[in-house]
């Protein structure tokens, strides 16, 4: 009992506090495949399962109609997020849930071409960068004809250097598409077109003898770059060439090794 009074008493002073702990969500990992087999109550849990990549879709697919913009963000850009719930999400009234939409590769091409309708710059630059974007999509946003089409520069004033330069690095961009771009006015699309992994050998020994350095060390690092270029850069008056070429895995180790033998002699 005296206890028990001492701490009224200190109840009064102050000493102790009355209020009670805050409830906070349960403790679990983000990769726990607990957290996904239900709609969790609490938002920071259902925030949770919207970012991990292992969620299951079917929970994904509730989480789409979650009123809180920013859980429906997450599964926006959730690689495990199914194409039918991309459609679902394509009609989200925020552009940065769209934007993510836009850049999520399982987006259907088909709600591709609905999105690159826009003026959004950064919905158009997500579409520019995505590998499922169609060609005739990546055509428009780069501002330049489709084969058949006239030699024309579509006048859209969202388009931007960024978007160009992002169309030139999409691995998904045809070949006559890259033709095209790989003679645009601007360096930073032409090296784009350089450091792309899936730009054919002729476009890459065209851009071998671009005037501009960094468009040329671009070509150095792509792996399709033929070996004979790569031996012709060894002999370049310019360090950073040389030592790109060097590091490209096509050159042959037998050049590589004379390379650096002459590379190491005392001049």
């Known amino acids: 009992m005296k206890a028990t009074g001492s701490n009224q008493y ?4 102050g000493l102790i506090s009355t209020r009670r702990p805050v409830k906070q969500p349960p403790a679990v990992s983000p990769s726990s495949p607990a957290r996904c087999r239900a709609v969790p ?3 920071i849990s259902r925030q949770l399962a919207a970012d991990d990549p292992e969620c299951p879709a079917e929970l994904l697919d ?7 913009a920013q859980i429906r963000f997450g599964v926006a850009s959730n690689p495990a997020t199914s194409p039918a719930t991309l459609t679902k999400l394509s009609g989200a009234r925020e552009p940065w849930v769209l934007s993510q939409v836009a850049g999520n590769p399982h987006t259907s091409p088909k709600i591709l071409t609905k999105l690159s309708g826009t003026n959004d710059s950064l919905i158009l630059s997500r579409i520019a960068s995505n590998p499922s974007a169609p060609p005739v999509v ?3 946003l780069a501002g330049l004809p489709t084969p058949g089409e006239p030699a024309r520069r579509t006048q859209n004033p969202a388009l931007s250097l ?5 169309v030139a690095g999409n691995p998904s961009a045809p ?4 033709q095209q771009l790989s003679r645009d006015t601007h360096i930073t699309v032409r090296r784009a077109v350089a450091e792309n992994p899936r730009a054919p050998a002729d476009i890459l020994v065209q851009l071998a003898q671009d005037p501009e350095l960094h468009v040329r060390i671009g070509v150095a690092g792509n792996l ?4 004979e270029v790569l031996c012709r850069f060894l002999s370049d008056s310019n360090l950073l060439l040389r030592e790109a070429a060097a590091a ?5 180790q037998a050049t590589l090794a004379m390379w650096q033998l002459t590379r190491d002699q005392p001049t």
């Open 10 to 13: 200190r109840r009064q002073l």
């Open 41 to 43: 109550s609490h938002p």
């Open 62 to 68: 509730r989480l789409a109609d979650d009123p809180n």
């Open 138 to 140: 990546l055509a428009a």
């Open 162 to 166: 960024d978007i160009r330069s992002r």
């Open 175 to 178: 070949t006559w598409l890259l």
């Open 224 to 227: 399709r770059t033929p070996s």
């Open 248 to 252: 490209n895995p096509n050159l042959p």
